[in-house]
């Protein structure tokens, strides 16, 4: 039996791709900098931004130093235009996800959240519409552990009081979220509504796993 539904944030409840796109190569151009230049300095910070060791506006100050181009008010503005445009994807969701949240609360289904994110995108999932859906919320930039290590979804299940074999997962398929959770005995289910074929970036279908084409489609898996 199904106690507990646990999610992944982006791309199976908000998604990068109906908003406007804030990564590196925005960023650097925001900046001023050569993307290349950027992203060497940029990229090499993702583990330690995931995971609490560095802040995003400290990992911003440095790449800024690096490059000439840091002032106050240029960090400020990156980091403003940053936390604006996570925010916009809350506003951009799927139709069916707080529907789909409100059933499973209906049905007494508990609900966890684990997600691989920045300090400021921890701030922005804690004020969000969606935050008080979940019974349990581990947040890789708090936890200082991420995706596919399964200590973050031990975790998980544990706050949540229930097993692994009574948990349903439903992620996009990153970080090999999948599998994960797979691995712990739990039922992996890919959310696959937000994918769209043309951008790469997006985790391909997975047809290993349960394929959920929209989000009320969870309902039906908790038995």
């Given at each position: ?18 908003s ?14 050569p ?31 690096e ?40 049905k ?17 999932i ?17 936890q ?27 992620g ?52």
């Amino acid at each position: 039996m199904i106690r507990a539904v646990i999610f992944d944030m982006y791309e199976t409840l908000v998604t990068h791709y109906e908003s406007p796109l804030y990564f590196s190569e925005q960023i650097a151009e925001d900046a001023g900098i050569p993307v290349e230049d950027f992203r060497s300095i940029w990229c090499p910070t993702e583990d330690a931004r995931s995971t609490g060791k560095i802040t995003l506006d400290r990992a911003l100050e440095i790449v800024l130093r690096e490059n000439g181009r840091y002032s106050k008010k240029l960090l400020d503005q990156i980091m403003k235009k940053r936390i604006r445009i996570k925010q916009e994807l809350f506003r951009r969701m799927h139709p069916e996800i707080i529907p789909m949240l409100s059933r499973l609360k209906e049905k007494g289904v508990l609900i966890g959240l684990i997600s691989n994110c920045f300090s400021e995108e921890a701030k922005v999932i804690r004020e969000s519409i969606l935050f008080s859906y979940f019974d349990a919320v581990c947040l890789s930039y708090e936890q200082g552990v991420q995706k596919p290590d399964r200590e973050i979804f031990d975790r998980c299940i544990e706050l949540l009081s229930v097993s692994a074999d009574e948990c349903l997962y439903v992620g996009d398929g990153g970080s090999r979220e999948l599998e994960a959770a797979r691995e712990l005995g739990m039922k992996a289910v890919q959310a696959v509504w937000y994918l769209k074929e043309h951008i790469p970036f997006q985790s391909p279908r997975n047809l290993e796993f349960i394929q959920a084409e929209a989000p009320l489609d969870i309902i039906n898996f908790i038995g």
